[in-house]
């Protein structure tokens, strides 16, 4: 069974120049955890930002989890950084890590929840071994480094995949999609099995300002959305 359904605005295409705010209005909006793109332009070809800023919300006074999606290559050094920096979940792609298991284990052992991220061409296998270690199965529906790109129909019959998975193994585990997720394809999304999405363009681009009010819009649409899922 999924859990609830939780709505992770991805900052990735929010007003950098006004950061606080722009998480302040989202979660005023009805999101649910802040989605925090980590790019390195190295393990993908863009840079964005790094543990100084997650500490910044948090300062800011931003209680809500955040999820730190790591695009870096290598993984293991900035783990501790980000777990001082206040993230909640760290989720990495197993190419990135020469040890994937180690790197579970650290995210865990720093304090946080952990997750693996899956690209589009590259399957689950790595999962066999280490579903114990992950609390967060992160599926992206297009190729990391930008935001605004189409969703890749191919995530539907992974998430169905990785669903089954977590339900067979009857452990406590997220499913969550990044990339192209938008008010009219989040419901068959939900269908497919995810229960954490991400959405960057959809919610900071599809506003006409960027108030609180017109988030709300958005946000709301998704969830009528979802209260449809499965009926
Ligand atoms: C892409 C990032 C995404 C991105 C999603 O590498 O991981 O989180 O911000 O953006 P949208 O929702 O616009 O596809
Ligand atoms: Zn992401």
Excluded: W
Aim: glycine fraction near 8%; charge should be negative.
């Amino acid at each position: 069974m999924a859990k609830d359904n939780l709505i992770a605005p991805s900052i990735l295409s929010a007003d950098f120049a006004r950061l606080g705010e722009e998480v302040d209005n989202v979660l005023a909006s009805g999101a649910d955890i802040v989605h925090f793109d980590v790019m390195d332009n190295h393990y993908v070809p863009n840079l964005t930002i790094g543990p100084l800023v997650c500490e910044a919300l948090r300062k800011h006074g931003v209680t809500a989890d955040i999820d730190v999606h790591l695009m870096v290559k290598p993984v293991d050094r900035i783990v501790p950084d980000f777990a001082a920096a206040g993230a909640s979940y760290i989720t990495f792609h197993p190419e990135a890590s020469e040890h994937v298991d180690r790197t579970l284990q650290l995210i865990r052992g720093e304090g946080c929840k952990s997750g693996l991220v899956f690209n589009p061409a590259t399957p689950l296998d790595v999962l066999e071994y280490v579903m114990d270690k992950v609390d967060m199965i992160l599926l992206m529906s297009v190729n990391p480094g930008f935001g605004g790109q189409s969703f890749i129909e191919s995530a539907l019959t992974k998430l169905r995949q990785a669903r089954k998975m977590i339900d067979d193994s009857g452990l406590d585990i997220r499913l969550e999609i990044d990339g192209g997720v938008k008010v009219n394809n989040i419901r068959e999304i939900a269908e497919a099995g995810a229960d954490t999405f991400v959405a960057g363009s959809a919610i900071f681009g599809a506003a006409e300002s960027s108030d609180a009010n017109d988030y709300n819009t958005v946000i709301g649409a998704m969830r009528d959305e979802l209260a449809k899922a499965g009926s």
